[in-house]
């Protein structure tokens, strides 16, 4: 009984009135017959009730959730609450018969408002985006009933007033007469409450009064920014569209400029081209000429005082080695830069062979995801059985494989004189390989074990890339690629992977080792967690979040990266990405800013000093620093890609047939052949067939090392 006490004060102590929208507090929830009732935190909240095991728990993981809306709520005794919603049913004890009472008030009040809730949703789903003027109706109707109402309580206020009076003169002409004095003190009481009720109603109007008023005005004003919105979100559309078919245009014409280009390759726009690039991007002044950015601390915010157009013009005219104190070793970003980074089109000027550009159109199969996965809250992904409806037709082995669509981030890398500026293009690539994943909502096949991936690009590009599945439970994966312009690559990753009901967590598991031939640096870093949204409801998106610490080892110099999570009242850039290069005294020579989506740039720091202090009163440190300059920009994905699982253009190559390739590689998976094919039916059943083979295989390895382990033991004993 004594736990029982504790949770009814923890209970009492941290709810609020159960008028509020949030009650909290400690129940006890029946669980089975072994363990009987057991403590949980519960959380009533926008008529849901969920619950924990501890407090801590509402970070990360829920252990169930009931809707008021459709639920029967019930007492059976003093202290018991019975829930039940469809074939769910919650039997709860509060210590104490005044708490029950606290939690089945505020589960009756969030259910009533659930319902409520629920019915204006469906009155207004047959009409999302009502026009302004249905809008303007509507609340104009809303203040003619508001003034209405005011009137008849104007009416009653008045005729209160006037029998209130009224009242008073009785009771006035009461205590002129001769009564006992007990009763002159009752008429007396009497009197005053009638006065107090008068002037409780005349209060009563006034804040009617005042509220008519303020609702009036603020509906005004939420009308004008409600059609503000709508303008600007129209305007932005129009903008999305004619750029979108400006983009397509631009692909198009750039596709057809390569044989052109090859025929003259010393034409004189080429030069012209690359002489006015560099003019552009010098720097010149430290005084005029630079960009402040505040420092890295627990959450890093830059902020950019953007040059002025005369101070663009001074710029072009000036030499970088002003700005830098005639240090030779200076980064300009043109310099030691490969064609195929420069300019895209310069990888069509290399022979290679013909690959294809495209995949079949991906089926229109409509499957509902959440009747699957509602069984599979808080198990292991890679052992939840999903059909090919959710997959892409690549396996993870591919999936890994996509690392390297920016491998020239590393070719030029590799040809840096400077550690730091190496580092900054090691951070860009490995920010670049989330870019592909910010469509690619379907999951990838989970290879078999042994299962390996060979990606050969030495003609090409000069790298050969090799996967395996090396383990089956945990998933795990070694990937090795070595390439003849300098640079070496390894990972072996396991991916630790929990559905949570409203989202997914992938948690890649490993390092990645990247080691530069000709200079010995070695690189080591791990990925950030991936989370995919609204599996129950709404539209599937990907955010990545958390921090990535790039370390070399010979020298010691480290480049923190920070992924800022996605949130809907943030003012910053979604899917931003921020970092700060260090040497090995922890002294900070680059900034990095950009997102995982799009681009990424790095600002070279001239000078730094404390300034202000920060919201948490920390003093931040300010970076004066040299204009932008561009490090990574993402490909655009080719045409149809919405139609082609948002494949890149990399992508669309992997799973294509090669010869010579090993009789275990991904792309002779018959399954993963057939949905590729559009023949999900035969493709299901062939997943099933090869998972059902693995698992007998598993089995039977299992079953012989078990009979291994005993004969060895009576060897042992004999």
Known sequence: MSEQGKGSASASASAPAPASDTYKGWLFKWTNYLKGYQRRWFVLSNGLLSYYRTQAEMAHTCRGTINLATAHIDTEDACNIVLSSGGRTYHLKASTEVERQRWVTALELAKAKAIRMMNDQSDDSGDEEPTSQSDRSEIQGTLKILVSKLDDLSTCNDLIAKHGAALQRSLSELEGLKVPVEGGEKIKAVNERATLFRITSNAMINACRDFLDLAETHSRRWQRALQYEREQRTHLEETIEQLAKQHNSLERAWREAPTLASSTPNAPTTNKGGSERPRKEEAS????????????????????????ENTQNRRSQSNLSGASGGHSNDWNQDDHMSPSYNDVSGKELQPRRQRRTHVPDKPNYSLNLWSIMKNCIGKELSKIPMPVNFNEPLSMLQRLTEDLEYHELLDKAARCDSSLEQMCLVAAFSISSYSTTVNRTAKPFNPLLGETYELDRLEEFGYRSLCEQVSHHPPAAAHHVISQRGWTLWQEITIASKFRGKYLSIMPLGAIHLHFHSSGNHY?????????????????????????????????????????????????????????????????????????????????????????????????????????????????????????????TLALTLNESDDGVGLTDSRLRPDQRLMEEGRWDEANSEKQRLEEKQRAVRRRREAEATDALDEGMKWGTG
């Open 285 to 308: 002044d430290e005084d005029e000429d630079t960009e402040y950015f505040d420092a890295m601390e627990d959450s890093p915010a830059f902020i950019t005082v953007t040059a002025t």
């Open 524 to 648: 080591v870093w791990r990925k950030v967690t991936s989370t995919v949204h609204n599996i129950i409801v709404g539209k599937l998106w990907i955010d990545q979040s958390g921090d990535i610490e790039i370390v070399n080892h010979r020298t010691k110099e480290t480049c923190q990266l920070k992924f800022s999570p996605y949130s809907y009242f943030s003012r910053d850039v979604p899917r931003k990405v921020t970092g700060v290069v260090a040497d090995s005294g922890g002294q900070a020579h680059y900034i990095l800013s950009g997102t995982w989506d799009d681009k990424i740039e790095s600002s070279k720091i001239i000078q730094s000093s404390r300034g202000g202090s920060g919201s948490e009163g920390k003093q931040k440190t300010v970076y004066q620093t040299l204009s932008p300059k561009l490090l990574w920009k993402k490909y655009p994905l080719p045409d149809n890609a919405e139609n082609m699982y948002y494949f890149s």
